[in-house]
C-alpha cells in the first residue's frame, strides 16, 4: 500500500507522494495510471519528496507529468511540495530544496486551514528571444508567449497544441496566451506533458510576467488565472531577469491508499 496526499496549486493539482524511503514504484505507465482523471486518482502530475544527501538541501523534488514522464520544473508543483514538506515536518517556515533545474529557497508566508500562501525562488532567466508571434524562454520550463486579445474566449487546446509541436522548440514547448489589463495580467496555458489547458501553470505565470516585465518599469507583476491569483517579483538588468519570485496558494485537497 501507498499512501498519497493530493494537492493543487490554484487548480494546478498533484498527487504527492513521501519517497523518502525509496520505496515508490516510478514506472511510467503506473503514474500515468495514477494520474488518469477516470480510472485513477486524477491530477495533472505526480511528485515525489526524496531524501537529500546534501547539507543544506532539505529534500529533492521529482515531478512526472500526468503521462507518466519525468517532467522538467514545476511552479506550482514545487510551492506545492513546499507545503507537503512542512506537513511531514521536514521543514519549517522557509526551506532550501532541489528541482530538477536545481537549488531553489521557499518561504510559507502564511498557513490558514487547508490553504497555505508559498513564495517561491526560481531559476533566473538570461534570454528572452523575439519572435514575430510571441516570446520564448525558459523558467524552469520552456514557455512560448504570445499576446492576444479576449483571452478567456481564446481557443486555447487547438492554438495551444499548434505551437506546442511549432519545429522552432526543441522537445516542444509550453503555450501561455495574454492579456494585458491595467493592474494585472490574464493566462492561461497549454501544458506539454499534460496535453492539454491547465487551469494555472506557476512556469507559465512566471514566463508571461517576465515578458511583460520587459516592456515595462516594474518588478511586481498581478497575475490572474483560471484557477486562481499570483504574484510575481523579480529584478530587471537590461533583458536579464534575477531574484525571481512566484508568490500563490496551495490548498491540501484530500489523502488516501493506494
Not at 511528485?47 to 519525468?70: A, P
Amino acid at each position: 500500500m501507498q499512501h498519497f496526499v493530493k494537492y493543487h496549486g490554484a487548480g494546478n493539482d498533484f498527487v504527492m507522494i513521501d519517497n523518502r524511503d525509496g520505496q515508490f514504484c516510478k514506472d511510467v505507465a503506473y503514474v500515468h495510471a495514477l494520474c488518469h482523471r477516470r480510472t485513477g486518482i486524477g491530477a495533472d502530475g505526480l511528485i515525489t519528496i526524496e531524501q537529500s544527501h546534501e547539507d543544506g538541501i532539505d529534500f529533492v523534488m521529482h515531478y512526472f507529468n500526468s503521462d507518466g514522464k519525468e517532467g522538467s520544473m514545476c511552479g506550482n508543483g514545487g510551492r506545492c511540495a513546499v507545503a507537503f514538506a512542512k506537513e511531514l515536518n521536514i521543514i519549517g517556515q522557509s526551506t532550501t530544496f532541489k528541482g530538477i533545474d536545481g537549488i531553489h529557497q521557499a518561504e510559507i508566508l502564511s498557513h490558514n486551514g487547508l490553504e497555505t500562501i508559498v513564495k517561491l525562488q526560481m531559476t533566473d532567466v538570461l534570454d528572452i528571444k523575439t519572435y514575430e508571434d510571441g516570446y520564448f524562454l525558459n523558467t524552469g520550463s520552456p514557455h512560448f508567449v504570445k499576446f492576444v486579445s479576449n483571452v478567456q474566449q481564446f481557443p486555447v487546446y487547438e492554438e495551444g497544441k499548434l505551437l506546442r509541436y511549432d519545429t522552432r522548440f526543441t522537445g516542444g514547448t509550453n503555450v501561455d496566451f495574454v492579456e494585458t489589463f491595467a493592474d494585472y495580467i490574464f493566462v492561461r496555458t497549454f501544458e506539454r506533458g499534460v496535453e492539454d489547458e491547465t487551469l494555472s501553470c506557476g512556469t507559465g505565470v512566471t514566463a508571461s510576467a517576465l515578458v511583460y516585465a520587459l516592456h515595462n518599469n516594474t518588478e511586481h507583476v498581478n497575475i490572474h488565472t483560471l484557477g486562481g491569483e499570483f504574484q510575481v517579483y523579480l529584478q530587471k538588468v537590461e533583458n536579464k531577469f534575477t531574484r525571481i519570485f512566484l508568490q500563490g496558494p496551495t490548498h491540501r485537497s484530500f489523502q488516501g491508499i493506494i
